[in-house]
């Protein structure tokens, strides 16, 4: 050591512990499991030889509960920067063989110092958890860690990109933070959730194991994860898909490619002739956006509103469409939540949104509204009039009371309405508008033994002809323009290249109180 030839050696020593901290026997049993090891999955998802890592030999400095008798280098977990596909992104990958991946007062310093420097250098943070919660060893200084990493979080949130993969069992303090990213990716045979089986078991006397409680299924069921993936390598293959679908901050745009052009011809045919007929939204997207380039996110939840990543003619968009296959398009609790959720997302990194409209209006009923209904739906309202990117509505069919407003109407700030000529709008469909509009005709009829149901048929079709078409709307300007389906590509387009830069004047406030 007195000479730099051993000081080298003592350093190269030093790096090679940080390999397998917990010794080579702990590296196997993760591979024999099918797994990799938190640096590995590092490696994996960077781009060949750009990892840098930092707080590599950080230890832990408890003496509690004899910690100072263990003390491995790296604390738990590997942090640094690197590229993805060219791009700088920070990365954090906890790992589970040191102290289960606790998250103690150096684990959590490594885990602040690398989000600090994401924010400053305005590039993604990728997230890897694989942590059993706080390290109760160190007592309350791993809880106080805790908090000023749900902070931390809070402050970058909407300033660079957060994608968090659920890669292991991820409990306790631990299981918000990835929650509280952008965009969640949970692996198959992880689990994210606040309270272990054996808890639950113990306070409240259920019998549940794991994956009841926050297996993959259980998150994508109830929206927590936004992806699912099959093993590591694909969650990683994943978090490159998403990257490319997001700016590196809040101040950049998505970068564009080579755009490609779908069949914009079938258009034309995709809606039923029958107001009631289902068809799938997709084949209308399928002709609108850039072949190959949708991201569907929470696909198995809340499958009524279809939220997506896109490209039109090279250029990212957000998609958000009413599904018909699925509740006949009817929006609810859940599915406005979610959208309002993808909405802030998008306005928060300069996505331009695009509105696919055909709903029949809210989900009616006692469960609903029990559920909260208007509580819970209200922010889609808000995150939509708050959105100060560039917002288009093409409207293909039904735009129906509350659900043709929430869903980019004009009124409500989009800048460029369409409408193809199959488009309803109005308060509600023709047979519950005559009931309505017409109850007083249609009981005078009866009072004089006139055919009724002739009437009502023949103010159906008078009503489908006069208040319901597109062209009333149009009329009033509340539609920019009736389109054939096959133009909505080349309309989109334009309008996307008009609003690139789109300012909206901030009002004077902190923020706004949504009902969340």
Not at 37 to 53: I, N, Y
Not at 147 to 173: C, D, E, N, W
Not at 425 to 439: G, L, P
Request: aromatic content about 4%; some cysteine.
């Amino acid at each position: 050591m007195s000479t730099t030839v051993g000081k080298l050696q003592d350093l190269r020593n030093r790096l090679t512990e940080t390999l397998a901290p917990s010794g080579e026997d702990a590296v196997t049993a993760v591979h024999d499991a099918g797994r990799l090891t938190a640096r590995e999955r590092v490696t994996t998802l960077l781009d060949p030889g750009s990892f840098v890592e930092i707080d590599a030999l950080a230890r832990h400095r408890s003496n509690s509960f004899n910690l100072d008798r263990e003390r491995p280098v790296t604390d738990g977990v590997v942090t640094g920067y690197g590229t993805v596909d060219g791009r700088q992104v920070c990365v954090f990958s906890q790992d589970a063989t040191v102290f289960d991946g606790t998250v103690g007062e150096t684990h959590g310093e490594k885990l602040i110092k690398v989000m600090e420097l994401a924010e400053r250098a305005g590039v993604p943070l990728i997230g890897i958890h694989d942590s059993s919660g706080a390290r109760v060893k160190e007592g309350v200084a791993s809880l106080g860690m805790s908090a000023k990493l749900y902070r931390l979080r809070s402050r970058i949130s909407g300033v660079v990109p957060q994608i968090s993969v659920i890669a292991g069992p991820t409990a306790g303090t631990e299981a918000h933070q990835p929650v509280l990213a952008d965009i969640v990716i949970a692996v198959e045979g992880a689990h994210l959730y606040l309270t272990d089986p054996d808890i639950t078991r113990s306070v409240i006397g259920e019998e549940v194991d794991a994956d009841e409680l926050g297996g993959v299924t259980v998150l994508a069921g109830n929206g927590t994860s936004h992806l699912t993936a099959a093993d590591d390598t694909a969650a990683l293959d994943l978090v490159h898909d998403v990257l490319a679908q997001l700016p590196s901050n809040n101040r950049a745009l998505v970068p564009a490619v080579e755009p490609s052009d779908p069949d914009t011809a079938a258009l034309d045919t995709v809606i039923p002739d029958s107001p009631l007929a289902g068809y799938d939204i997709l084949d209308v997207l399928a002709g609108t956006v850039d072949p190959g380039s949708l991201l569907e996110l929470s696909a198995d939840h809340a499958g009524n509103v279809l939220t997506a990543f896109a490209r039109i003619d090279g250029r990212g968009v957000g998609i958000v469409a009413d599904q018909p296959a699925v509740l006949a398009g009817a929006l609810d609790a859940a599915s406005a939540a979610k959208a309002a959720r993808f909405i802030r997302m998008c306005d928060a990194f300069n996505i331009p949104l695009v509105f696919v409209v055909d709903s029949p209006g809210f989900l009616p009923g006692v469960n609903e509204e029990r559920s909260g209904l208007l509580r819970r739906s209200a922010p889609l309202f808000a995150a939509v009039a708050e959105a100060s990117v560039g917002v288009l509505t093409v409207v293909v069919r039904k735009a129906f009371g509350s659900a043709y407003v929430a869903m980019g109407s004009k009124g409500l700030g989009a800048d460029l309405v369409l409408a193809w000529p199959t488009a309803r709008i109005s308060h509600a469909d023709a047979a519950n508008t005559v009931t309505v509009v017409h109850d007083d005709t249609l009981a005078k009829a009866a009072r004089k033994r006139r055919d009724v149901e002739a009437l009502r048929r023949q103010l159906t079709e008078e009503i489908e002809d006069t208040l319901l078409t597109p062209y009333a709307a149009a009329a009033r300007g509340l539609v920019d323009a009736v389109i054939a389906p096959s133009e909505t590509r080349r309309r989109l387009i334009d309008g996307l290249a008009l609003l690139e830069r789109k300012v909206v004047p901030a009002p004077d406030r902190k923020h706004g109180n949504l009902p969340l």
